[in-house]
């Protein structure tokens, strides 16, 4: 059965593509409009068109499904709808035509709301030093729960280590800060951390390539006119660029470095109206710095938001050489909108320069402090990646009810006063004694977005592709790369060089990388599903590379420790970053024999790696 929210969205978007021409915002005919619950329910001047529960006495069925000659046939002109598209409103108005009143809409804030709120934090009390615990700890008495317990100094190491550089820690690194007494210690791997500049850039471009598109190889990079900012991108996560700056950088690019987020939109081509390369652009910018979603409207006057066709069409102007003719549902209305911003309380447009200085200006607009829409995504982007669920989910749906406004006002406040710095935040964030607590399972992602969503704690997550495509390179080998000959399984010819690991961020995408999540990035992606699927399940099993890795780490391991126990043993520190109890080691034994071989080894290997606590994010 369809789930109520996925039905209305459906209908909606059957009423957008077939019924708006006729029956929306601007012409409504028979005064019947479709476009708003209002409005359906309402009925036109021949009376309702709905009889809710009774799809047969419903007058809106009964005229879609007329022959096209009979002058009561609807839609009058143009294609008529489909059988699926009729069974599914047949099926809406059988369950009672729900149209849930919380429809995600735009808020139009005056000057004064749209610039970074900061609210007043509760005073500091024992445990509550971070302001963003002060803040949470509103939110649980309110309703009502108690803190979860922290995770232990072994879990938080690891979490700290995947999160910000996205590697596990070496077995010496988590003995050493296990018995560290320093009460600050947590703080001060947090900051070392974050100074390990290229660990951390290449970490966190993962994130940002898929935010911006960009990659390596892929539709578009030989003659589709689109190419990396990969260079450009890895410099400005290295220095740790302030966001405004990286920002107003790949709106308005100083020179070709940081261009191909802009222009390289071009890649695509024009499919439609909807699609073509300044509405591309509009869609991009929106979504990545401001969490709207303009696709709908790009259309057609949106069915998921208040945005409206001409809003699209007026923000797609300034990435225009000319004015565009807005087209709705790719057909010509003859109509313009003019050259404007989103959120015109941040200023005008000049619509007769050029596309360069309207970029420029479009960049100034954006990145100005009053622009709180700006912060406030780019704060709920990094809690949702540290934390498992942003603050607002999806964080592309920026109008949705955050849970906290409190602390999402208070994070964008006090990011732009402390220079757009992005390390900065993460600090916070992976400091706070939220952070910190025990991981919360999620019964499917369904419930991250849910209107009744309860804050409990971090989100127990799955290792990127990324992070375990570079747990297995690590740990197939017993010793790293300064002693021995390191095997690649992302090269083509998978051979031996006496040269560190590629880090799987930096290679092209394959197989084994699709199957764990990395997606092709010909569009935005913001977020990645966390789900383990079909194909994961093949790779981990029967993926080529993968088994090719776990071959030939397993005769390393076999040559350098020898021993059945001391495969185990550093096995599992190096894995898990602890020991092997003593049921674990009793089994791994009873695979491994006596006498261990090479494929027995390899078993071993690849169960560790299979293990719930190797995979996930605890």
Not at 6 to 17: P, Q, T
Not at 208 to 213: E, G, S
Not at 559 to 564: E, L, N, R, T
Not at 592 to 601: H, Q
């Amino acid at each position: 059965p369809k789930k109520i929210a996925d039905l209305n969205l459906e209908v909606r978007s059957i009423f957008a593509h077939n019924c708006y021409k006729c029956h929306g915002s601007a012409k409504v005919k028979g005064k019947l409009r479709l476009d708003t619950k209002e409005y359906v329910f309402k009925g036109g001047e021949s009376g309702d068109v709905l009889s809710v529960g009774h799809p047969a006495k419903s007058e809106m069925l009964r005229r879609l499904k007329l022959p096209r000659d009979d002058e009561d046939s609807m839609p009058p002109k143009g294609k008529t709808l489909s059988k699926t598209e009729i069974a599914t409103l047949e099926l809406w108005i059988k369950m009672g035509a729900p149209w849930p009143d919380s429809l995600q809409e735009r808020s139009l804030f005056p000057l004064a709301e749209l610039a970074p709120r900061k609210p007043v934090v509760p005073p500091d009390q024992p445990g509550l030093s971070n302001p963003i615990d002060r803040l949470v700890d509103v939110y649980f008495q309110k309703k009502d729960i108690s803190w979860p317990e922290s995770v232990d100094d072994r879990l938080y190491m690891r979490r700290v280590y995947l999160d910000i550089i996205g590697l596990l820690p070496d077995p010496e690194e988590v003995n050493d800060f296990l018995v560290d007494p320093n009460p600050g210690k947590r703080q001060a791997l947090v900051k070392d951390l974050l100074s390990r500049n290229d660990d951390y850039a290449q970490n966190w471009l993962s994130f940002w390539n898929d935010a911006l598109r960009n990659d390596y190889t892929g539709t578009g990079y030989i003659t589709g006119g689109r190419f990396a900012i990969t260079d450009w991108l890895y410099e400005s996560l290295k220095e740790n660029k302030p966001y405004d700056v990286f920002v107003r950088q790949l709106i308005s690019p100083p020179d070709k470095r940081s261009a191909g987020f802009i222009k390289g939109i071009r890649w695509r081509g024009t499919v439609n109206a909807s699609q073509r390369t300044e509405m591309q652009a509009a869609q991009n910018i929106s979504q990545v710095f401001l969490g709207i979603n303009l696709k709908c409207a790009s259309c057609h006057d949106s069915f998921v938001s208040d945005w409206k066709l001409r809003d699209a069409y007026a923000f797609a102007n300034i990435f225009a050489d000319s004015t565009l003719e807005i087209n709705r549902c790719d057909v010509p209305t003859g109509k313009l909108a003019g050259t404007r911003i989103l959120f015109t309380e941040l200023g005008a447009i000049d619509s007769t320069v050029s596309v360069d200085e309207k970029l420029k200006q479009l960049a100034q607009f954006l990145t100005a402090p009053a622009n709180g829409r700006l912060y406030r995504t780019i704060v709920n982007r990094i809690w949702g990646q540290l934390m498992g669920r942003g603050i607002i989910a999806p964080a592309d749906l920026m109008d949705n009810p955050p849970w906290s406004q409190d602390l999402l006002d208070w994070l964008a406040s006090d990011f732009v006063e402390n220079g757009n710095n992005l390390k900065d935040l993460i600090y916070k964030i992976t400091t706070s004694r939220a952070y910190q607590t025990r991981s919360v399972e999620i019964p499917g992602e369904d419930a991250l977005t849910a209107e009744d969503y309860v804050f409990r704690g971090m989100h127990r997550r799955r290792l990127s592709a990324e992070q375990f495509a570079d747990a297995v390179s690590r740990i197939v080998f017993p010793v790293y790369p300064d002693t021995i000959k390191v095997f690649d399984p992302y090269k083509e010819s998978g051979n031996e060089d006496n040269v560190p690991y590629a880090r799987a961020v930096l290679v092209k995408n394959d197989g084994f990388l699709t199957a764990l999540g990395r997606p092709n990035r010909e569009n935005v992606l913001t977020s990645r599903s966390t789900q383990a699927n079909l194909l994961q399940a093949l790779e981990l099993t029967n993926g080529e590379r993968f088994n090719q890795a776990l071959e030939h780490g397993a005769k390393q391991w076999l040559d350098h420790y020898g021993s059945g126990e001391a495969i185990v043993s550093n096995l599992y520190k190096q894995a898990l970053g602890r020991d092997a109890n003593s049921d674990e080691m009793k089994l791994a034994m009873t695979v491994l024999g006596d006498k261990p071989e090479a494929g027995a080894v390899e078993d071993l290997l690849w169960a560790v790696m299979l293990l719930p606590e190797f995979q996930l994010i605890y």
